[in-house]
């Protein structure tokens, strides 16, 4: 049963992050005067837990170097406020949505909405610092936003729920992301070092600890995943779906499937019209 939250996460996970690639919301963020890049993306997301320090979004981000996070949080509240970053986000996603999408007002994405955000009132906050922050914003009124704000909401809450899969694991947020980029799926290793600002020391040093504890094998280039290392990614991810299932469980089984119907749906209108890397959100 476990399984379907996973396949939800896969069929809705698009809709909420195309708002990281979307021009739409670079431009926005720009507008306020923060840094295009990494500043915006740490505002952007960090945003809704108010003008906090950088411990907290590094702490609920985990996987970005801390360091790089402090190079930009809490600069970016001096830039601009908690509620200024918010309100270009959601103007962003609204543009970026009906840009991509086109019939923002079809009976799909109305049906999808009004199931989704059944769903995510089936999620509870403790433990879940970033989905509840996300959760104490108002919800949009019109039926794209308040899909892209569910998604939101289920993706954060899933997302607290890996670190704390993550932590029992006791993978460090260099760890889990070196282990993770080992599989070839997603970011090569170069490319999730660099997004997530780690030096070359720092991942080597992240590589040899998890070669320590069996879980990679090879050096440097030809580092790859052990059999060891593949079976504790699916013992964090089953963890994660069983720590996920809040939502899905309220949703009940038929609505579920019918939001993961019409979620692949949307999100394969997205992909189509470029809304994130398909090696990262086109899979089922």
């Not at 970016?76 to 406020?81: F, K, M």
């Not at 769903?119 to 906050?125: F, I, K």
């Not at 959760?135 to 670190?163: K, M, S």
Request: glycine share 8%; charged share 25%.
């Amino acid at each position: 049963m476990t399984k379907i939250a996973r396949q939800a996460k896969n069929a809705l996970e698009v809709i909420h992050s195309m708002i990281y690639f979307a021009p739409e919301a670079a431009d926005g963020f720009a507008a306020l005067g923060l840094e295009r890049g990494r500043m915006s993306y740490y505002a952007g997301r960090a945003a809704a837990m108010g003008p906090v320090g950088p411990g907290p979004v590094a702490a609920t981000f985990y996987n970005f170097n801390p360091e790089s996070v402090a190079a930009s949080i809490p600069r970016a509240w001096s830039i601009a406020s908690p509620s200024a970053v918010l309100d270009a986000r959601l103007r962003a996603a609204d543009a970026a949505l009906r840009r991509m999408l086109g019939d923002v007002s079809s009976a799909a994405i109305a049906e999808a909405a009004e199931l989704a955000r059944e769903a995510s009132q089936g999620c509870t906050p403790e433990g879940k610092p970033l989905y509840a922050a996300h959760a104490d914003l108002d919800w949009p009124d019109e039926p794209h936003l308040q899909l892209w704000h569910a998604a939101t909401l289920l993706r954060e809450f899933r997302g607290d729920a890996h670190i704390a899969a993550l932590q029992r694991a006791e993978l460090s947020g260099v760890q889990a992301l070196v282990l993770h980029s080992s599989t070839g799926e997603g970011f090569k290793p170069s490319a999730a070092r660099e997004l997530r600002e780690w030096s070359e020391s720092q991942w080597a040093q992240a590589e040899q600890e998890l070669r320590e504890r069996g879980l990679i094998s090879g050096e440097g280039k030809t580092s790859e995943i052990s059999e060891a290392g593949n079976a504790l990614r699916e013992e964090i991810e089953a963890e994660t779906d069983a720590m996920s299932m809040a939502p899905w469980r309220a949703l009940g089984e038929a609505k579920t499937e019918a939001l993961i119907d019409n979620g692949r749906q949307v999100s394969r209108t997205l992909l189509k019209a470029g809304a994130a890397p398909r090696d990262l959100f086109g899979r089922d």
